[in-house]
């Protein structure tokens, strides 16, 4: 999927290519999926509309660079906190009035595609229902040869900023007040309610924080495949969800492992096997968790009571 | 090519088959099973067909029938895969489930790659379609008012009540999605046959927001919420051809306002209508009454003083009191580490009253979550009627039917269901089954002596029940309680399990339920009855037995339990 180096087929260097450039793609889903799943460990709730939000990054960045000539660096700067605000436009809209409904999983999920389906909407709406691309002058791509590895400059980016990403998450969350709160608010919302944590405002920063990762992770991947549409979110959500699952809910670690092992795997299968079958294997080994082990590899099951 | 709908033939034919394919996936949601499989579904059942008509015979019918049984058994083997899962991890699964689907028909060659089916033959006419979907529409509304489509209701909004009354979860969910697989091939076998070609792009993502946009506007539990749900998505952009190019736009925006503002989507307007009419009517005629009493100062009437006997729960095998019904073998539980259960072993004796009596966490709800199947015991055994009930064990659908009712501990009536609906569904075990008895005749009589039973209910003065249609969530909290035990009595159980029946009851209630359980031991139920209160225990019960710590400590006439010793220091602390 990502540009591949021109290294012959065969041989360990093209084997080690190709799972360089699964790490890469394998990192920056993870910024998307962790930013997900930081949703559904707070709420329980299956915000679908992630995948606009991710869209909607590459495209707002697309016409700021069309229409105001800025570059793609300033425009993504500015689409960060765009897409933070959209997220949390999102939980008031749909996420929030839905809290206290018997269906709540349900209507949520129902509320939050028809955001989605509406903002993919307008999206292409703004596009011309065309797939765009950033003019070849707002970027440039140069490749750097580390030893006979062939490494392009989104790809340092995309693992730079994922690392620094991640650092950065990780920190807040073990080490900070507020990081606290999140862990206990998605541990058990309720106690932590009753110990005074102002639950509410804890959700709004987790969809903030969710929001402006989509968009971090959306302009490079939108660099590295440089298509833009309305649509641009689906395809990642949906593999958002794989890993979210195989590495279990909830859980940053095990969805950034489960997502550069989906990165590797998908390089790799695209390599050897098929490009078409790489994602067969992701979705089967998707199903086959939740069939198996449906609570994911790191588990932490609740039971009905009577 | 005739047609009934004139120049919108194409947009009308291809509603009227998401339409189809749209009640798949209301089945599945009226019954709170959150997954989304349908467009999968659909696309099994459109290359199936496709495959089929093209290489093996040109037969439409033939063809049809033949994806649609395929989707169905894809169906049956997922829902079976997928058992264990349940919210959003279901959702995920069916989701991942589509997508997979996808991918596969767009890589096998025998469906064409990425560019599909073309050849397909076509319907000679919309006729078909319409016919059909009419088909459809009429087993919908039969089922929702059939005995299937309440389990359905009880299993959306409290899948332990489902359970404990008979309702095989189980099979429900795995049956509904081999149904919601048929529905869906079938609409997928005739959108090849509408349009004559097929291709994997049309079942991706972009189509489960189009079913669930039609069956959430519509409404997931009104039978016509997938038709009228339908005829707003596809319609809308028809009739008002300016929109059409935010025809997509406006599906979203139109389906986040459903969901937020109407709940239980367009279909269930009128009853919004209906019930704030009829609250308002019920005002005035509060009101109205109020202003008479005031005037005539009428006495009111005395309720529940009279004692009738009972008829209706009699069985008839009850007459001789005092045999062994049940036996429970050295039960054992425990929760993680801790010992909730500890070789429990006594009789339960037909006809008696016995009450369970220990301090909060003895492990009394455990034991009568044992005997109803709520917990599987990690060791022991029940005999129930002199048969071993090893495999019920676990399995409170089976314990049910075998004749073992319960109450709860926190009041689980069925909110979207009147009164008299959550009374009656107690009867399901008794409820008859078509595919077991193959005779309406019979079907239609169990049916009528359940709604007769359900009536008398509530035409005798026996307790203070409310109105027959009254909302259940609305009632006072005693009520409620006296509803859950009536629709446990509509099954008339053998063996009646009671978990604290009169907790938070005014002592005039709580003497009505003791002496509502008096009169049924009477007319021949065994009851067990978990009780704080050691005074209505003795005045009421036939035997006590007495739990601490997971231990049986005593079992025996209340007076002797009451002036045991051993009893005291446990459980009175002296």
């Not at chain 2, 999968?40 to 439409?60: C, K, Y």
């Not at chain 2, 359970?163 to 959108?191: I, K």
């Not at chain 2, 203070?464 to 446990?488: C, F, H, K, M, W």
Request: net charge positive; with cysteine; aromatic share 8%.
């Amino acid at each position: 999927m990502i540009r591949r180096g021109h290294i012959e087929r065969g041989g360990a260097m093209y084997f080690l290519q190709q799972t360089v450039n699964g790490i890469a793609f394998g990192l920056v889903l993870a910024l998307f999926a962790v930013g997900f799943s930081l949703v559904l460990a707070n709420l329980g709730v299956f915000n679908i509309a992630h995948a606009a939000v991710f869209a909607a990054g590459p495209l707002i960045a697309y016409l700021l660079v069309i229409h105001l000539g800025v570059s793609v660096w300033l425009g993504w700067l500015i689409v960060i906190p765009l897409a933070a605000a959209l997220n949390v436009f999102i939980y008031f809209v749909a996420v929030k009035p839905l809290r206290a409904r018997p269906d709540r999983e349900l209507s949520t999920f129902a509320a939050c595609l028809g955001v989605l389906t509406a903002l993919q909407a307008l999206g292409d709406k703004l596009l011309n229902q065309q797939v765009v691309r950033f003019p070849p002058a707002a970027f440039s791509v140069t490749s750097l040869h580390i030893g006979s590895l062939l490494v392009s400059n989104i790809q340092i980016l995309m693992i730079v900023l994922s690392l620094v990403s991640f650092a950065g998450l990780a920190y807040v969350i073990n080490r900070t007040f507020i990081g606290r709160q999140i862990r206990a608010v998605a541990f058990d919302r309720h106690a932590s309610e009753f110990l005074g944590v102002n639950s509410e405002l804890v959700t709004v920063v987790v969809f903030l924080v969710s929001g402006a990762m989509a968009a971090l992770a959306a302009i490079p991947i939108s660099l590295a495949y440089n298509d833009i549409s309305g649509e641009l979110g689906n395809e990642y959500i949906v593999l958002a969800m794989a890993v979210m699952v195989i590495g279990g809910f909830g859980s940053v670690y095990g969805t950034l492992a489960a997502s550069v092992a989906l990165g590797v795997v998908n390089s790799l299968s695209a390599a050897y096997i098929s490009s078409s079958y790489s994602e067969v294997i992701v979705f089967g080994a998707l199903l086959l968790t939740l069939v198996v082990r449906p609570t994911g590899l790191s588990a932490n099951r609740q039971v009905d009571r009577v | 090519m005739s047609s009934l709908f004139g120049a919108y033939t194409f947009a009308a034919e291809n509603a009227v088959i998401w339409i189809i394919a749209s009640y798949g996936a209301y089945l599945l949601l009226r019954a709170g099973i959150f997954a989304v499989p349908q467009v999968g579904f659909m696309a099994i059942g459109a290359f199936a067909s496709g495959v089929w008509t093209t290489r093996i015979s040109h037969n439409i019918v033939v063809g049809a029938i033949f994806g649609a049984l395929f989707a169905a058994v894809v169906g049956i083997v997922l829902g079976f895969l997928l058992r264990r899962l349940a919210g959003i991890y279901l959702a995920i699964a069916t989701i991942a489930f589509v997508v997979v689907v996808q991918i596969l028909c767009t890589n096998f060659s025998i469906t064409g790659g990425a560019l599909g089916l073309i050849g397909i033959p076509l319907l000679p006419n919309g006729n078909s379609l319409l016919i059909t979907l009419g088909a459809v529409i009429v087993v919908m509304i039969a089922l929702s008012y059939s005995w299937a489509g309440r389990a359905m209701d009880v299993l959306r909004e409290q899948s332990v009540v489902a359970a404990h009354f008979g309702v095989n979860v189980g099979m429900y969910r795995v049956a509904l999605f081999g149904v919601s697989g048929l529905l869906g091939g079938l609409a997928g076998a005739l959108l090849g046959n509408m349009a004559g070609f097929i291709q994997p792009g049309q079942f991706g993502f972009s189509s489960i927001s189009q079913i669930v946009a039609v069956v959430v506007i519509g409404g997931t539990f009104r039978a016509l919420g997938p038709l009228i749900g339908g005829v707003i998505v596809f319609g809308l952009p028809e009739v008002v051809t300016s929109l059409g190019a935010y025809a997509t736009m406006i599906d979203g925006v139109l389906l986040l306002v459903v969901v937020v503002a109407v709940p239980g989507g367009v279909a269930s307007l009128p009853d919004l209508v209906v019930s704030a009419a009829r609250r308002w009517r019920e005002r005035r005629s509060v009101d109205i009454a109020m202003l008479s009493q005031a005037s005539s100062n009428a006495p009111s009437t005395a309720v529940g003083s009279t004692m009738t006997p009972v008829d209706e729960t009699a069985s008839p095998s009850a007459s001789c009191v005092g045999d062994i019904l049940m036996t429970l073998q050295s039960i054992s539980h425990s929760y993680g580490g801790v010992t909730a259960l500890d070789d429990v072993s006594f009789d339960i004796r037909r006809g008696e009253v016995l009450g369970l009596i220990g301090p909060n966490g003895s492990g009394k709800t455990t034991l009568l979550n044992v005997i109803s199947g709520a917990i599987r015991p990690k060791s022991g055994s029940i005999v129930f009627e002199s048969t071993d009930m090893a495999r019920m064990l676990g399995r409170p659908d089976r314990i049910a039917r075998a004749g073992v009712v319960r109450t709860f501990q926190n009041i689980r009536l069925v909110p979207s269901m009147s009164a008299r609906e959550n009374v009656a569904f107690g009867a399901y075990r008794r409820a008859p089954r078509l595919l077991v008895s193959f005779s309406w005749a019979k079907a239609h009589r169990a049916s009528s002596e359940i709604r007769l039973q359900t009536s008398t209910v509530f035409a005798s003065d026996r307790w203070d029940l409310p109105s027959p249609n009254a909302r259940v969530s609305r009632l006072p909290y005693g009520t409620q309680r006296q509803l859950e035990i009536e629709r446990a009595l509509a099954a008339r159980p053998k063996l009646f399990l009671l978990d604290e029946p009169a907790a938070g009851m005014t002592p005039t209630e709580r003497a009505h339920v003791f002496g509502r359980l008096r009169e049924l031991a009477h007319a021949g139920v065994t009851i067990v009855v978990i009780e704080h209160d050691l005074e209505s225990l003795r005045m009421h019960c036939d035997r006590i037995a007495v739990l601490n710590f997971g231990h049986l400590l005593t079992i025996g006439e209340p007076d002797q339990v009451a002036t045991s010793p051993e009893v005291a220091e446990a459980y009175l602390g002296v």
